[in-house]
C-alpha cells in the first residue's frame, strides 16, 4: 500500500479481508492486531456516541438489545457494556460475522460476558427487527454505490429503531497516521494493507449527505469524532 495516494474520491479496490477465500491463522492475528490498532486510534467513541444518541431519543429505555454486524472481534463492544452498566442499561449485544475466524475471536475475547452473543451469518438473512439498535463499526466502508445503499438499508431494516454507523474519515492525515502506526505495531499482510486502504476507502461529509438522499432519510445525522472518525445515526423510518 503506498504511502502517497490520491484521497479526493473514495477508493474502489478489495480489501484482502473482502477475500473469504483467504483467512486462517493469519487472518486471526490480524484481529488481534486490529484490536490494539482500535485501542491506540480510540475507535470505540463514535460507537458509544451513536447509541447514546439514538437511546435518548427513543425515551432512555432501561432495557436495550444492540446487533453489531461485521463486528470482526467486537471489541468496541467493551465500552458499549461499561456505558451501559453506567446509565442503568440492561444490555444485550449479538456480534454478527460472516467469517468463522471473526466469530472464534469474538467468542474468546467475550468468553466470560454473558450479555453478548456470536452468530455466524450474513447481514442480508437477518430478520427484520433484529435488535432495537444495529451498528456497524468499520464496516460499511467495504461497500460503494448502490450495494452501500442496500447494506444500510439492511441495517435499518434488522433495526426497530435504527441505525448507528462508526466509520472512517478519508483525510490525508489519518491516512499517514494510520500507514505509518500499522507498520509499527504489526508485519501481518492483513493490516499493513487494509489498514491504509480502509482510510482511503472511507469517508467525508459529501458522501454521507449523498447517503442521507439516497436513503430518503431527513432525520440522518453525521457527526465528526476523534480520532478522524464519523458517528453517524439513521433512525427507523416508521411508516
Known amino acids: ?46 460507537t458509544k456516541a451513536g447509541v447514546e444518541k439514538l437511546w435518548q431519543a427513543i425515551g432512555r429505555p432501561r432495557t436495550l438489545s444492540i446487533l453489531d454486524v461485521g463486528a470482526g472481534s467486537g471489541d468496541v463492544n467493551q465500552k458499549l457494556l461499561q456505558w451501559g452498566e453506567q446509565k442503568g442499561i440492561q444490555l444485550e449485544i449479538t456480534l454478527v460475522d460472516i467469517t468463522e475466524e471473526a466469530c472464534q475471536e469474538a467468542r474468546h475475547l467475550f468468553r466470560h460476558e454473558p450479555r453478548v452473543k456470536v452468530i ?55 491516512y499517514a497516521a494510520v500507514w505509518v502506526v500499522t507498520r509499527m505495531i504489526s508485519r501481518n499482510r492483513y493490516i499493513r494493507h487494509d489498514g491504509p486502504l480502509s482510510v482511503a476507502k472511507g469517508f467525508k461529509g459529501k458522501d454521507w449527505q449523498e447517503l442521507k438522499l439516497k436513503l430518503q432519510s431527513e432525520a440522518m445525522t ?15 423510518q416508521v411508516n
Open 1 to 46: 500500500m503506498p504511502f502517497f495516494r490520491t484521497l479526493s474520491v473514495r477508493a474502489k479496490e478489495d480489501e484482502l479481508m473482502d477475500d473469504f477465500s483467504m483467512g486462517g491463522q493469519e487472518l486471526i492475528e490480524a484481529l488481534k492486531h486490529l484490536r490494539r490498532l482500535n485501542r491506540i486510534l480510540a475507535a470505540t467513541g463514535p
Open 120 to 174: 455466524q451469518a450474513n447481514l442480508q438473512e437477518l430478520a427484520d427487527g433484529s435488535a432495537d439498535i444495529v451498528t456497524g463499526s468499520q464496516f460499511v466502508h467495504h461497500f460503494d454505490g448502490q450495494q452501500l445503499v442496500d447494506m444500510v438499508s439492511h441495517m435499518r431494516r434488522a433495526s426497530n429503531y435504527g441505525v448507528v454507523i462508526n466509520d472512517i474519515h478519508r483525510h490525508p492525515v489519518s
Open 222 to 236: 453525521y457527526t465528526w469524532k476523534p480520532l478522524f472518525r464519523y458517528s453517524v445515526v439513521i433512525p427507523k
